[in-house]
């Protein structure tokens, strides 16, 4: 059970990549596991109720093979609240942002604590209250929440629209056999839902797309609008697996499910696992910029950082 932070930085992104490129070895595609029906909750600091980022989300997914809920916290914080971790209970991996601190002598031989500008990943392992002993939950509502009269597919539309209308992009739905989002028209083209197999489906396509329209100068600047990337350059596969991870956290907010949006062949296994293999930090930069993106679909926000 392990409490020890590595001491390199690349330590934590080779764990990270480790996890996803086995499951994706065995056909797996982690952003794309099915959600919870309904209203969906995510996985909580049982310490702070503070929800845990998009990324820890999925690395508990890997664990659990299901997207994660409940209140979390290590076995030191388990211990000082009186309880225990319960025999046999593993641990799962999370990763937080540091910034190490380092001793500065002064001008007057003082010394002083200084922080480092630049944070560093490390990672430490959590337990589900229900894998504990003598610790009471505190925001039962965390549990998954089933509503039978919900619907998802108006609550898209409804993000969608509010989107769409205030960033004043350009939405085409029409008979196509592309989606693509073109930069220098600041316009989304996706083919009609009734193109699709199901609306799952069509939603995933959509969302993707409008992860892409997030990523212009004016909005979340991870591109320029005159960018003109060939397919398979390396800005070109991280944009691609930021906007995938994108609509599936999209969805997940919805909860529409997700089962029929896995892409499970070969080639596209193989193409991002390559991709992976050639960047360790690929992983978990695309993890961040999604869930940047998607906080600014639904909710008008920017990242500090811009």
Same mark, same amino acid.
């Given at each position: 059970?392990?409490t !020890?932070?590595?001491?390199?930085?690349?330590?934590?992104? *080779?764990?990270?990549?480790?996890?996803?490129?086995?499951?994706?070895?065995?056909?797996?595609?982690?952003?794309?596991?099915?959600?919870?029906?309904?209203? $969906?909750? #995510?996985?909580?600091?049982?310490?702070?109720?503070?929800?845990?980022?998009?990324?820890?989300?999925?690395?508990?997914?890997?664990?659990?093979?299901?997207?994660?809920?409940?209140?979390? #916290?290590?076995?030191?914080? +388990?211990?000082?609240?009186?309880?225990?971790?319960?025999?046999?209970?593993?641990?799962?991996?999370? $990763? @937080?942002?540091?910034?190490?601190?380092?001793?500065?002598? %002064?001008?007057?031989?003082?010394?002083?604590?200084?922080?480092?500008?630049?944070?560093?990943?490390?990672?430490?392992?959590?337990?589900?209250?229900? %894998?504990?002993?003598?610790?009471?939950?505190?925001?039962?509502?965390?549990?998954?929440?089933?509503?039978?009269? &919900?619907?998802?597919?108006?609550?898209?539309?409804?993000v969608?629209? !509010?989107?769409?209308?205030?960033?004043?992009?350009?939405?085409?739905?029409?008979?196509?056999?592309k989606?693509?989002?073109r930069?220098?028209?600041? *316009?989304v083209?996706?083919?009609?839902?009734? %193109?699709?197999?199901?609306?799952?489906?069509?939603?995933?396509?959509?969302?993707?797309?409008?992860?892409?329209?997030?990523? &212009?100068?004016?909005?979340?600047n991870?591109?320029?609008?005159d960018?003109?990337?060939?397919?398979?350059?390396?800005?070109?596969?991280?944009?691609?697996?930021?906007?995938?991870?994108?609509? +599936?956290?999209?969805?997940?907010?919805?909860?529409?499910?997700?089962? @029929?949006?896995?892409?499970?062949?070969? +080639?596209?296994?193989?193409?991002? #696992?390559?991709?992976?293999? !050639?960047?360790?930090?690929?992983? &978990?930069?695309?993890c961040?910029?999604? *869930?940047?993106?998607?906080?600014?679909?639904?909710?008008?926000?920017?990242?500090?950082?811009?």
């Open positions: 059970m392990s !020890n932070h590595p001491t390199i930085k690349t330590d934590v992104y *080779e764990i990270i990549n480790n996890k996803i490129c086995a499951l994706m070895e065995q056909g797996q595609i982690p952003w794309k596991m099915c959600w919870s029906r309904g209203k $969906t909750h #995510l996985a909580v600091s049982h310490t702070t109720g503070k929800e845990y980022s998009f990324l820890n989300n999925l690395l508990i997914a890997a664990d659990d093979g299901e997207w994660p809920h409940g209140e979390y #916290l290590t076995f030191k914080q +388990a211990l000082a609240e009186g309880g225990s971790v319960k025999p046999g209970a593993k641990g799962h991996f999370i $990763t @937080f942002w540091t910034f190490p601190e380092k001793k500065e002598i %002064q001008e007057d031989g003082t010394e002083k604590i200084v922080k480092s500008d630049r944070p560093m990943l490390r990672y430490y392992y959590v337990f589900e209250v229900s %894998q504990c002993t003598g610790i009471k939950r505190k925001y039962p509502n965390t549990q998954p929440e089933v509503k039978e009269d &919900v619907n998802p597919i108006e609550a898209a539309e409804e969608i629209k !509010n989107y769409y209308n205030r960033e004043g992009i350009k939405l085409n739905i029409c008979v196509s056999n989606a693509y989002f930069p220098s028209t600041d *316009e083209v996706c083919p009609l839902m009734g %193109q699709f197999e199901n609306e799952a489906e069509y939603y995933s396509t959509l969302f993707h797309e409008t992860t892409h329209s997030t990523g &212009v100068e004016n909005r979340l991870r591109f320029k609008k960018d003109h990337d060939p397919f398979g350059s390396e800005s070109y596969s991280k944009e691609e697996l930021v906007a995938e991870m994108g609509a +599936a956290y999209c969805l997940g907010r919805l909860g529409i499910e997700n089962d @029929f949006t896995v892409k499970n062949s070969a +080639a596209y296994l193989q193409n991002w #696992l390559e991709a992976l293999r !050639n960047d360790k930090h690929l992983f &978990v930069c695309a961040s910029r999604a *869930e940047e993106a998607v906080k600014f679909i639904f909710d008008n926000v920017r990242p500090e950082r811009n």
